[in-house]
């Protein structure tokens, strides 16, 4: 079993619509949940990190964390084509600057 | 404020030989990482410095790969010698190792390997 798994997608939306993404991790040593948004041929960029459990909203970005599923989320609400991408969500080990990715989950917004 | 650099973005080689990748992190930022990523899969973490000093190499395949930081600037990612298993992307990462932003790593834009 992965320590980090999120759905590879492709997932395809309307503009305009809500983009669920979500990652699964077994290790309780996660403490601090990220969020990537990688162009093609282009390095991650960073989203959104939290640490605790709870919701973080960054303008039409919300992160949901829940430890005691071992659940993260990120919502985009009304979507863009320009946030056509793929989504990484990545965990630090607590005690380490050590970050384990998950797969990505690609997303296309239609015009 | 520049961003990562790397060099070079793309790179063909043939099976059995070697190649050699060059990073240059952020000014400033002492932590650096060096991620392989293969096509359809998130970022796997090679080799982690500190200055010039490696936190963690645990997941360096240290029969082929080596990786260098003199001076506690520019890292040195090589492969020798090179197996089809290694096509992937080579992304280099840099972080400041205190502050608010002390979480967020930086991404160059990667070097493409191809081994035919």
């Known amino acids: 079993q992965k320590e980090v798994e999120q759905d590879p997608g492709p997932l395809s939306v309307p503009e305009g619509a809500i983009v669920s993404l979500n990652c699964t991790y077994s290790n309780s040593a996660f403490q601090y949940f990220m969020w990537y948004r990688q162009y093609s041929r282009k390095g991650p960029e960073l989203l959104m990190y939290t640490y605790s459990s709870g919701n973080k909203e960054d303008g039409r970005f919300t992160a949901q964390v829940d430890k005691s599923s071992k659940y993260i989320s990120l919502f985009i609400r009304d979507s863009q084509p320009s946030d056509s991408a793929t989504y990484l969500c990545a965990m630090r080990v607590s005690g380490t600057y050590k970050y384990i990715f998950g797969t990505g989950t690609r997303l296309k917004v239609l015009a | 404020e520049a961003g990562v650099a790397q060099s070079p973005r793309y790179k063909i080689i043939e099976k059995r030989q070697s190649v050699a990748f060059w990073c240059n992190p952020i000014s400033g930022h002492a932590t650096l990482y060096w991620y392989q990523q293969i096509l359809g899969q998130g970022p796997k973490l090679l080799i982690q410095?500190?200055?010039?000093?490696?936190?963690?190499d645990s997941q360096l395949p240290k029969d082929r790969f080596s990786a260098e930081r003199l001076k506690g600037v520019d890292s040195t990612l090589k492969i020798q010698p090179a197996k089809l298993e290694d096509s992937a992307v080579y992304l280099c990462?840099?972080?400041?190792?205190?502050?608010?932003?002390?979480?967020?790593?930086?991404f160059g834009p990667g070097t493409r390997l191809t081994v035919l």
């Open positions: 410095f500190q200055n010039n000093g490696v936190v963690d």
């Open positions: 990462a840099s972080k400041r190792d205190s502050g608010t932003s002390a979480n967020e790593q930086f």
